[in-house]
């Protein structure tokens, strides 16, 4: 609703969310927030578009590609059936301090459980709320991931990564999904050029 109203403030005809508008409904009515939002898009007649899954998955431009670039790190094969990525370094990096680069990238406080080695080659990425079961944890330990990298933590994970000597950052769920939705802007300013305004709003979230 935020995101909506300053998109009228500023006169945007489109916005671009990473989540986008949840169609669904409880006993075929909107919520009250919902409808809310509804009322918004219609009364000044707002193009909603969502792209959850390509602004996680996307290999050049989606949040956890841009996350492992940023961090330095080379982009390699899928991880949690495409939703993110592994990373790879070049060198051995030392996890406290890359604990503090994703402080600086996200802006945002990092959960931190250091529960693997102290000096790291291979990272999982997927941004949001990540939750690793049984069936990540293997393909993780399977993969070689020394560290995972989310945004939401939840209460069971931190001792299922203990159990398991992987390294763990959460990073704000907000924090960790902001990166693809800039990266398509800039694509389509760069292909639209002077035809179209492109900007940013950003609404930080302690999530």
């Given at each position: 609703?935020?995101?909506?109203?300053?998109?009228?403030?500023?006169?945007?005809?489109?916005?671009?969310?990473?989540?986008?508008?949840?169609?669904?409904?409880y006993k075929s009515r909107f919520s009250r927030s919902a409808q809310k939002r509804l009322r918004l898009?219609?009364?000044?007649?707002?193009?909603?578009?969502?792209?959850?899954?390509?602004?996680?998955?996307?290999?050049?431009?989606?949040?956890?590609?841009?996350?492992?670039?940023?961090?330095?790190?080379?982009?390699g094969e899928p991880l949690f059936d495409e939703w993110g990525y592994i990373g790879r370094f070049r060198?051995?990096?030392?996890?406290?301090?890359?604990?503090?680069?994703?402080?600086?990238?996200?802006?945002?406080?990092?959960?931190?459980?250091?529960?693997?080695?102290?000096?790291?080659?291979?990272?999982?990425?997927?941004?949001?709320?990540?939750?690793?079961?049984?069936?990540?944890?293997?393909?993780?330990?399977?993969?070689?991931?020394?560290?995972?990298?989310?945004?939401?933590?939840?209460?069971?994970?931190?001792?299922?990564?203990?159990?398991?000597?992987?390294?763990?950052?959460?990073?704000?769920?907000?924090?960790?999904?902001?990166f693809g939705v800039q990266e398509l802007g800039k694509k389509l300013k760069a292909n639209f050029k002077?035809?179209?305004?492109?900007?940013?709003?950003?609404?930080?979230?302690?999530?």
């Amino acid at each position: 609703m935020a995101s909506a109203s300053i998109t009228v403030r500023v006169k945007a005809q489109a916005c671009i969310f990473h989540h986008g508008f949840d169609p669904r409904t409880y006993k075929s009515r909107f919520s009250r927030s919902a409808q809310k939002r509804l009322r918004l898009i219609a009364k000044h007649e707002l193009t909603i578009l969502g792209f959850h899954y390509s602004l996680d998955a996307h290999p050049q431009i989606g949040n956890n590609s841009v996350i492992i670039r940023e961090l330095g790190a080379e982009l390699g094969e899928p991880l949690f059936d495409e939703w993110g990525y592994i990373g790879r370094f070049r060198t051995f990096q030392d996890v406290k301090e890359l604990s503090k680069k994703c402080a600086k990238l996200f802006e945002h406080d990092i959960f931190a459980v250091y529960a693997g080695p102290e000096k790291v080659s291979t990272i999982g990425v997927v941004s949001g709320s990540a939750k690793p079961y049984d069936a990540e944890l293997a393909e993780m330990a399977a993969k070689g991931v020394e560290l995972f990298i989310t945004g939401e933590p939840s209460e069971s994970v931190p001792h299922r990564m203990k159990e398991s000597g992987i390294n763990y950052f959460a990073g704000g769920h907000y924090a960790t999904e902001v990166f693809g939705v800039q990266e398509l802007g800039k694509k389509l300013k760069a292909n639209f050029k002077n035809k179209l305004d492109v900007e940013f709003i950003d609404i930080p979230n302690p999530i």
